[in-house]
């Protein structure tokens, strides 16, 4: 008995000391548990966060390489939950929170009108007068059984005006009967417009663009005004240079052209060729047909002429190359057939600019010479299908779908005209600095100070925060809630008698370039302005501050670091801190910049996608440069803030996402943003045109990023 009581001791000691470390190591783990749980974000807020991670990026079981193919790591997810239809173009994280912020702009108009209580009584009336005009736009889109019982007639009404007003007795023409010779000039009192003036005067009441367009902006060179400029019309038949080069896609324009214009020509009851003034016989088919067929080629060269005419993408934006200071005078001798001055005061209501800015001078002098060399018949017809191309989608009618058909196949995607029509009427509704020198860098740092923000919506031209000011903005619009087509045009002369309204003001008056919905940002040399819509202010891109901020400061910051970093690109480049054009970089600064902008040039180039008939399409790495520049420094500033905030106040993880550090989910939350999928076709054209790179490039600057500095580093040197 002895014996088996030391044994009894030692096993009620092991029992104890196994329960001790039993105790123990629960306790451990209990609190690494608490202090895991404390390092982690777990509200429903952050766990929706997460979920949409989680749904964007590749599962660990897809076994995507990020460091081989970031674009795929990112976007996995995005792609198995999204298909391209064969009625888009595109789609992208973009277009969804587009298509969100249109779902609930469709709410707010088709409910019974505003309730707040927060405002005085007159601007709660103002409110709701404003809105009932809204809805009234909306409501006469909807009605489709009337908008298809008018047809054509809408737009028929247009045409015969063209005519009345090309054919005046008065034209002077040469004794063949082509081309237009130059009318003295003439002022409005007592003497009538040029019939040329005046049909493109007609039309942009229309809300029609033809030959030249006209934009009012802030002054490069004296910021405290607006400038008038002059500008060619970019469209021009289809869609560019190289469209109108490719011989099978111009024969299916001529017979898509041809079929529309029989159409509209037989509704209006016109035949398609002048003779002396007077409108042709009926003829038999056979030669009728043949009339059309020579009409259309002559129309189709004419917009050859024109689009050949055009400045190179490249240069559009360039400022040493668009800003041409002419006066009226000066400018109207480029293209003596058009009457640039009363062409303005026909808008201004008799006041004309002493000086204009003439963006592009060599199209008017090209604009000029051929306009002399077209016959009359095909500049006649180049109206009419103005007017058909501008306002196709605002009819029903079967004539017009052969166009709208044609121009979905330019963008790679199938026309279908019972798509929802809701989202139409909504839209109508909405109508780095390390490589400079020290003096560059010290005027850079006066011009990032003065740079002001206008943030959500604006608060003046009008105020959005007081109702009558936008009621006042729209007072003369009569809206009817049975005539769409009617609606179109009132907008269309509100928004022309705004842009000239402008030359009036201070460029201190400014008003926005993009609509509040806008998923998007700008920034604005002259002005030194950056502009942020409400659109853009949402996730999977602006998080508010109860979530960490490597969500924001990824996506959102990067975004705000884009526009910042215009302001020292080609362009900000010659805007000082008070948008005054002058060209403050120093010799040593733009040879740092040649050297590090042909890096990025050769870098962008080798990017290419597959087009349409399965050959590769590079990127224009000279085009798009100053946006990859933008997208490269944008991100680099938003990663290097990102870092001193964190260090200062460190955020939490989010729960289900342990697996990536904070750092990976920076660079997630800026590369998700840029998935997306596009048509061939579209894919095709956007290369050759658009100065950003495709989306699927501007991931890859996280790529760049991360293997040049990693995600450990603090300092994110350029």
């Known amino acids: 008995m002895a014996s088996g009581k030391p044994r009894t001791i030692l096993i009620l000691f092991w029992a104890a000391a196994s329960l001790f470390a039993i105790v123990l190591l629960l ?27 989680l749904h964007t990026v590749s599962s660990p079981s897809r076994k995507i390489d990020p460091c081989t193919n970031f674009r795929d790591y990112v976007c996995a997810g995005w792609d198995s939950r999204n298909e391209l239809h064969a009625d888009q173009s595109h789609i992208s994280r973009r277009s969804t929170l587009s298509e969100q912020t249109q779902g609930v702009l469709r709410q707010i108009i088709e409910s019974s009108g505003p309730h707040s209580s927060r405002q005085s009584n007159g601007e709660v009336t103002a409110e709701k007068r404003a809105f009932a005009k809204l809805k009234k736009t909306y409501v006469s889109c909807m009605d489709e059984a009337a908008l298809e019982s008018r047809g054509l007639t809408p737009m028929i009404d247009t045409v015969p005006q063209v005519r009345r007003i090309l054919r005046r007795p008065d034209d002077v023409l040469a004794r063949d009967h082509k081309g237009w010779i130059p009318s003295p000039a003439r002022h409005l009192e007592g003497r009538e417009q040029p019939s040329l003036t005046e049909v493109i005067q007609y039309l942009m009441n229309q809300g029609v663009d033809a030959l030249i367009t006209f934009r009012t902006k802030i002054d490069d060179e004296d910021p405290s005004t607006n400038s008038l400029l002059i500008r060619p019309l970019y469209r021009h038949g289809l869609l560019s240079r190289e469209m ?84 009226l005078k000066e400018a109207e001798s480029l293209v003596p057939h058009i009457s640039l001055r009363e062409l303005i005061l026909s808008q201004t209501g008799g006041t004309s600019p002493k000086r204009v800015v003439v963006t592009a001078p060599a199209y008017l002098e090209t604009l000029s010479e051929t306009l002399r060399e077209t016959d009359r018949a095909a500049l006649e017809a180049f109206f009419i299908w103005r007017v058909i191309q501008t306002h196709a989608k605002n009819v029903k009618a079967k004539a017009v779908e052969p166009l709208l058909a044609f121009e979905g196949q330019l963008e790679g995607r199938t026309y279908k005209p019972d798509n929802e029509r809701w989202r139409l009427c909504v839209r109508h509704v909405n109508a780095g600095l390390e490589w400079m020198s020290q003096d560059a860098k010290d005027v850079a740092s006066e011009k990032l100070r003065n740079i002001t923000q206008e943030i959500a919506y604006p608060t003046k ?53 993009r609509d509040i919905e806008t998923v998007d940002a700008y920034f604005s040399p002259a002005g030194n302005q950056i502009v942020v819509p409400g659109g853009i202010m949402q996730p999977p891109v602006y998080y508010g501050p109860r979530l960490p901020s490597y969500l924001t400061y990824g996506a959102f910051g990067a975004l705000m670091g884009h526009e910042i970093s215009h ?17 403050w970089w120093d010799s040593q600064t733009k040879a740092q910049d040649a050297q590090r902008s042909q890096c990025f040039i050769d870098q962008y180039s080798q990017f290419s996608a597959t087009g349409p008939d399965g050959g590769l399409v590079h990127l224009d790495g000279a085009l798009t440069l100053d946006e990859n520049l933008a997208d490269d420094r944008g991100l680099r500033a938003a990663f290097q803030a990102w870092q001193t905030r964190n260090r200062k106040n460190p955020d939490k993880k989010l729960v289900g996402l342990e697996r990536f550090s904070k750092e990976q989910i920076f660079f997630l939350s800026y590369g998700r943003f840029w998935c997306s999928k596009s048509q061939a076709e579209t894919m095709q054209t956007y290369l050759k045109s658009n100065v950003h790179s495709p989306d699927f490039a501007r991931i890859m600057v996280c790529h760049e990023l991360l293997q040049d500095q990693g995600t450990q580093t603090d300092e994110v040197s350029y």
């Open 27 to 53: 306790s451990i783990q209990w609190l690494l548990s608490t202090q895991a749980a404390s390092q982690t974000c777990s509200t429903p807020a952050c766990v929706l966060a997460a979920a949409d991670i």
């Open 244 to 327: 109108n080069e490719d011989e099978s896609l111009v024969r299916e324009y001529k017979t898509v052209m041809t079929e529309v214009l029989s159409q509209v020509y037989s509704e209006a009851d016109l035949e398609f060729h002048p003779s002396k003034g007077r409108a042709l016989a009926v003829t038999k088919r056979a030669e009728n047909s043949s009339i059309l067929e020579g009409l259309v080629q002559s129309l189709v060269d004419f917009e050859r002429r024109l689009t050949d005419a055009l400045p190179p993408r490249s240069k559009t934006f360039d400022v040493t190359e668009y800003y041409n200071v002419y006066s």
């Open 461 to 513: 031209n009008p105020d959005m925060r007081r109702p009558s000011e936008v009621e006042e903005r729209y007072s003369n619009m009569r809206i009817s809630e049975d005539d769409y087509f009617r609606n179109v045009i009132l907008f269309a002369q509100a928004k022309h008698h705004d842009r000239f309204a402008k030359l009036a003001k201070s460029s201190a008056d400014r008003e926005w370039d």
């Open 567 to 583: 302001a020292f690109d080609s362009m900000g480049r010659y805007f000082d801190a008070d948008g005054n054009q002058t060209d």
